[in-house]
């Protein structure tokens, strides 16, 4: 009847845990390691990495500094102060001034370690200077990343950019086949395919081989486009 129904219901609802019940049920624990312990879990992701020499690789060439803590974190993705880091390292520029007079941005104090690669890659124009935030804990993605790449490439290399824009200029290029012909980068993902910067970054997929060039980029794969770029000029090259 309705009425046993109701009385069903009750004590349904009565024999689940209370928050005081459920707020008193002891949290698992999970150990944490030691430093050397990081350092050895570090050292096998990057043994069991497909971006090994490629990591290493940037590692000798100075272009990655590591953690503080000495782990390298090959699977983490990287933020936008890191990668202004990473290519005012790839110029082979001194290292830069580490508090500079003022914020390069509003959202980027001249007290952070960043601070002082943003405002030399703003003041080279790799940057934009029209807009007042950076977003440097955002991580990048592959294209943006790929985009800042391309820029430096053609600043090291000036001899190379009639091919560049000949190969930016054929879409047939493309060797990704989740990439719109009509979208921002899709000059640049065509003169990196036919340059061979992306080679070994496909992932298999539906469409065939993918590129995600929306998502973040990991160090791992940060080092691969780093290496197929620039690995001559940094002397690394194998």
């Known amino acids: 009847t309705a009425q046993q129904q109701t009385v069903t219901a009750t004590e349904e609802t009565t024999s689940e845990p209370t928050a005081t019940e459920e707020s008193t049920r002891p949290e698992p624990t999970v150990p944490e390691l030691t430093p050397e312990e990081k350092i050895a879990e570090d050292k096998k992701d990057i043994e069991e990495s497909p971006d090994k020499k490629f990591m290493e690789a940037m590692i000798k060439a100075g272009i990655f500094k590591g953690n503080s803590d000495g782990t390298f974190e090959p699977n983490i993705s990287i933020n936008r102060s890191e990668v202004a880091a990473v290519f005012y390292r790839v110029l082979g520029l001194p290292e830069p001034v580490m508090n500079p007079d003022t914020d390069p941005y509003s959202d980027v104090s001249k007290e952070a370690w960043y601070a002082g690669y943003i405002q030399e890659m703003k003041d080279m124009k790799f940057v934009s200077a029209k807009v007042t935030t950076y977003g440097p804990e955002v991580y990048s993605s592959k294209v943006e990343f790929l985009k800042f790449a391309m820029n430096v490439y053609k600043l090291l290399?000036?001899?190379?950019?009639?091919?560049?824009?000949?190969?930016?200029?054929?879409?047939?290029?493309?060797?990704?086949?989740?990439?719109?012909?009509?979208?921002?980068?899709?000059?640049?993902?065509?003169?990196?395919?036919?340059?061979?910067?992306?080679?070994?970054?496909?992932?298999?997929?539906?469409?065939?081989?993918?590129?995600?060039?929306?998502?973040?980029?990991?160090?791992?794969?940060?080092?691969?486009?780093l290496y197929n770029m620039f690995a001559e000029i940094l002397g690394v090259a194998e």
């Open 157 to 225: 290399l000036p001899e190379e950019i009639e091919e560049i824009k000949a190969f930016e200029s054929d879409l047939t290029n493309i060797k990704f086949d989740d990439v719109n012909e009509e979208s921002w980068y899709a000059a640049d993902m065509a003169a990196a395919s036919a340059k061979g910067f992306l080679d070994g970054l496909g992932t298999e997929c539906r469409k065939g081989t993918c590129f995600y060039a929306n998502g973040s980029i990991t160090r791992g794969n940060a080092s691969q486009i």
